[in-house]
C-alpha cells in the first residue's frame, strides 16, 4: 500500500494551493489530510469518504478548504485557498479501509495508512 502526497510549496498569504494523495495497492473508503506544525501535535483538517457522502472539515478550515475524490485517479485533492501563515505545515494523507462516521474521521487512529506528507508554507 503506498499513499503519495504532493502539491505542497510556498506561497503568500491569501494564495491558493492544489494537495493530490495518490493511493495504490489497496482500497479505501475513507481518506483524510492531517497536518502538523513544528513544535504541534498533529492535527485534523479535513476528510472524505471515497463514495463522496461524507465530508467533514476542522473549524480552522471550514470555507476555505475542500476535499474532493479523482475516481478515474484514485486521487483525493484538497483544494485549499484563501491561505494564512497559521496553516503552514507539513500535510499529511490517511486513509482506512473503513467507512468512518463523521465523529470518527477526525481521529488519527481511525486510519491504518499514512502517506509521507508535504510541506506547505504560507508566507510574504
Known sequence: VLLQACGGGLV?????LRLSCAASGGTFSTYAWFRQAPGKER?????????GSTRNYAGSVKGRFTISRDTAKNTVILQMNSLKPEDTAVYY???????????????????DYWGQGTKVTVSS
Open 12 to 16: 503568500q498569504p491569501g494564495g491558493f
Open 93 to 111: 494523507c490517511a486513509a482506512d479501509s473503513r467507512a468512518w462516521i463523521m465523529s470518527n474521521m477526525p481521529e488519527k487512529n481511525a486510519y
Open 43 to 51: 492535527e485534523f483538517v479535513a476528510a472524505i469518504r471515497w463514495s
